[in-house]
């Protein structure tokens, strides 16, 4: 997780006794991990060549500054998918960073897909088939909206916790797209209507639109509030309905720990990843045995101990398979 202040300069010096975390609601007891940025690094670059990713296609050359300095100076290995109706391999595995930028300089365009699901899912499956002494991470570079995916938020989630994957996403407008931000609530410590939380003022016409016309979805918000962990279940209700793929980008970063940018141009994306670049070696790892491993998605909470002046990223879900999985 990154902890900055306010004015968005990094928080070095917090120890584990400065952090809360609840796994369903119950406080665990946690360590943070040491010298992380030092471990070897597995990054699978996920671009987006068909539907509306045509046209920001020229915006991906000359990467391999930008490229080297977010995997850092460590042992790494790199690799590039891309995707419009399906994902494919453009480039496998390689400790050659240049191999990657050179490939991403001459993308062809693709079909009218925008498989944004699909060619995440292809990530985790290279990752996975690295070593399990690499961090494991994903660079997306898409429009925000899935289009044409066999996979499902659900799914795609389930696999990014599974193999521990962080995100960092990148996305350009997709056209005609609502802005879905279901996630984001999951760092709001007030959602819901301004006329109180059960109140039907909320869908009258001087409330807040989303609520507007939608009671049930109001009662969602109202429920989760009186019982954080059952955030996840609005997730799922929102997820069932299509909601969330309307910014899929967004959604999948902010869930796992990630972080999102818009870009409009390449002087918009390289400023992103610079950005990324000096963030990633700031990060906080803190690692906990669950107290409670019942099989499932389990809802993650992370606070800070008096500390109202600083804000904070960080993964808000993990899935357990199995009562015999560590």
Known sequence: MLVKTKGGQVVFELTA??????????????????????????????????????????????????????????????MLIGFDSAPHLLTAVTENTEDVSKRLSRLNPGDEGAAILDGVAKAVEELNAQPPRFRRAILLLSETRDQGSTTTLNEALKLISDANITMYSFGFSSTGAGVGHE??????????????????????A??????????????????????????????????????????TAESIAGLTGGEFFHFKDAKDLRAGLIRVSNDVPNYYVLSFRPSAATPGLHALKVELKGRPGLVMKARTEYWIDSESEP
């Open 206 to 247: 001087e409330a807040d639109s989303e609520y507007r016309g939608h009671y049930s979805k109001q009662v969602l918000d109202c429920i989760s509030q009186l019982a954080p962990p059952l955030r996840l279940a609005t997730m799922a209700w929102i997820a069932a309905s299509d909601g969330l793929k309307k910014n």
């Open 183 to 204: 996630a984001s609530k999951f760092n709001q410590s007030q959602p819901g209507p301004a006329h109180g939380c059960f109140s039907r003022d909320g869908a009258d």
């Open 17 to 78: 006794d400065d952090f809360v975390v609840t796994d369903d609601g119950v406080p665990q007891q946690l360590r943070i991990e040491e010298d992380t940025d030092g471990r070897p690094l597995a990054l699978a670059v996920v671009v987006e060549t068909g539907g509306a990713g045509t046209r920001h296609l020229a915006d991906y050359a000359a990467l391999d500054a930008v490229l080297d300095a977010l995997i850092g100076n460590v042992e790494h290995r790199v």
